[in-house]
């Protein structure tokens, strides 16, 4: 089966002065049909310049100095800009860690979703407003007929996410980037978002591209999951062979450094792993890499 | 048992909301609704909850920067709050805060070295060998070099801003340390290394810790006891084990089966806790079992805290 989003080799930094800074180092990854593959990082490590890069919202300084992404056969950086607008939203959507700065404060949310529409599907805004209160309805938006006509501010947090995700599978996308899009909610209401994307997009077959710095959120909802360092994926393996056994240092280092629910429990308190002492030469880490082949867990979903 | 260092009795906060005429059919927010708790000297006491649940309200009230409307705060047995509440001078020197955000926490015109030297000189500690000396020594204690104390908070990463959050709530040697969400804006690595420094110098010091925070796994790694508030009311607390392997209410239970845990997710940790309805124990029901927000413009129903095992209460009602 040929992958989804196939990200070869990719660069990207700035050029200064005809020198080329790098921030990614060479990054490969592979997406397929359905598939939820979750980047893991800290801060700064490349993973968000990865997903912008994909769909084309790079901002100068920033640009790609190489590599390609290979998104339904065709090659993304070679893209012409309209053709990359007609499909930004439509076969590739995003949703973004902070939905009040991603939302039009002055248009009614209602109208935003249907703009999804007028432009990608060629509807009238009479139709597309009526599509919009099944788009909200979709993502259990309650009295969504009430809710179209609020603007961002009157809604909660978990409501305006909600929002982000109707308008981003408003067009049935292949493939759905979502960039920390729990970090800024209660983990009650962080579950309930979860859950939706996890089950509108297995319902619809959409893959995620799912970016996060919690191991935890990554693990419930990433097939595969690639490690992040200094703009290197220094690992790649399915969740459950990550978690179990973490084959390189960095990611050994990441996985003590967080503290286990119930681990106390079992074995008192331990002290947490100072990454820094653990590793000892933080200039080396990104020389060796651990990619796991690809197994059957990627099978099942297509 | 010793005498608490700080108890929280029957503590109060409420709001006015806007639109009112004269006070007249004024409606009040309710925070906080008769919320008490003790801290020992020497312990972690977590207040655990979302947000709006009222536990930085409570945190607020601690620090004198939020009056209780009713209720009384008191350290070492003395009125902490109220018309005998001691000065700010005094007071600074009983409690002491550690913010989310430290940058935000940080004068940026200022070097460290001088924001760490306010507190002491408004404490008649002036003379400047002294000074050089306790910053020298509080900036050893929080992991960073007295030379590094010459530099603006800019020039610092967040771990280390952070570890000039501690050492400036450190300074002027407090007792209780509150820390409203120390580790939630840092990354797994820094995390790690500010929940070890927390600890080390809760041990170091016999400092007592009054922590805020949602994260449930950072919660369960440092606390001795948990008290789990829901719309200004604590609806569980108890030591942490009893919290974290017996939850009984049916909120907190809720709350640590939301916890995205790559041990629970993965099925590789003990089976989950949390799994069947919670039970109340016979003649009690759950006043409220948080699954929906009440009216905060209302008081709660008629409840009370229920001891069902050694230090573990719960709050439950009458059926």
Known sequence: MKPLLDVRNLELGLRHGGQAHRILKGVSFQIMPGETYGLVGESGSGKSVTSLAII????????????????????????????????????????FQEPMSALNPLQTVGRQIAEMYVQHQGRSWAQA??????????????????????????????????????????????????????????????????????????????????????????????????VMYAGCLVEENATRDLFVSPQHEYTRGLLGALPKLGSRRLH??????????????????????????????SGEAG | MDAPLLSVEDLHVRFPLSGSWFGRGRKMLHAVNGLSLDLAKGECLSIVGESGCGKSTTALSVMGLQEPSEGSILFRGKPFSGSQAPSRMERAMAAQMVFQDPYAS?????????????PLR????????????????????????????????????????????????????????????????LDVSIRAQIINLLLDLQEEFGL????????????????????????????????????????????????????????????????????????APAGWIFADDGSSAPDVTVGPEPSELVEISPGHFVRLARS
């Open chain 1, 56 to 95: 084309g919202l790079l901002k100068k300084p920033l640009q790609t100095l190489g590599g390609e992404i290979f998104f339904e056969g065709r090659n993304l950086l070679a893209l012409p800009r309209r053709e990359m607008r007609s499909l930004r939203g439509n076969r590739i959507a995003m949703v």
């Open chain 1, 129 to 226: 407003e009526k599509m919009a209160v099944e788009a909200l309805a979709s993502v259990r938006v309650p009295t969504p007929e009430r809710r179209v006509r609020d603007y961002p501010h009157q809604m909660s947090g978990g409501l305006r996410q909600r929002v982000m995700i109707a308008m981003a599978l408003a067009c049935d996308p292949a493939l759905l980037i979502a960039d920390e899009p729990t970090t800024a909610l209660d983990v009650t209401v962080q579950a309930e978002v979860l859950k939706l994307i996890r089950e509108l997009c297995a319902e619809r077959g959409t893959a995620v591209l799912f970016i996060s710095h919690d191991l935890g959120v990554i693990a419930t909802m990433c097939q595969r999951v690639g």
């Open chain 1, 268 to 297: 008192g308190r331990q002290r947490l792993v100072d990454i820094d002492s653990f590793i000892a030469d933080r200039s080396r880490l990104t020389e060796t890499r651990f990619i796991a082949p690809r197994n059957s867990v």
């Open chain 2, 106 to 118: 940080l004068n940026p015109r200022q070097t460290v070295w001088h924001s760490l030297a306010q």
């Open chain 2, 122 to 185: 408004l404490h008649n500690v002036t003379a400047r060998s002294e000074l050089s000396d306790r910053i020298e020594r509080v900036m050893h204690s929080v992991g960073l070099t007295p030379e590094q104390a010459e530099r603006y908070p800019h020039e610092f990463s967040g771990g280390q801003r952070q570890r000039i959050g501690i050492a400036r709530a450190l300074i002027l040697q407090p007792e209780i340390v509150v820390l409203d969400e120390p580790v939630s804006a």
């Open chain 2, 208 to 279: 007592s810790y009054l922590m805020i925070s949602h994260d449930l796994s950072v919660v369960e790694h440092m606390s001795d006891r948990v008290a789990v508030m829901f719309f200004g009311q604590i609806v569980e607390t108890g030591p942490w084990s009893a919290i974290f392997s017996d939850p009984v209410h049916p909120y907190t239970r809720r709350l640590i089966a939301t916890i995205p845990d790559p041990g629970a997710v993965l099925g590789l940790s003990r089976e989950s806790v949390v799994e069947g309805p919670a039970q």
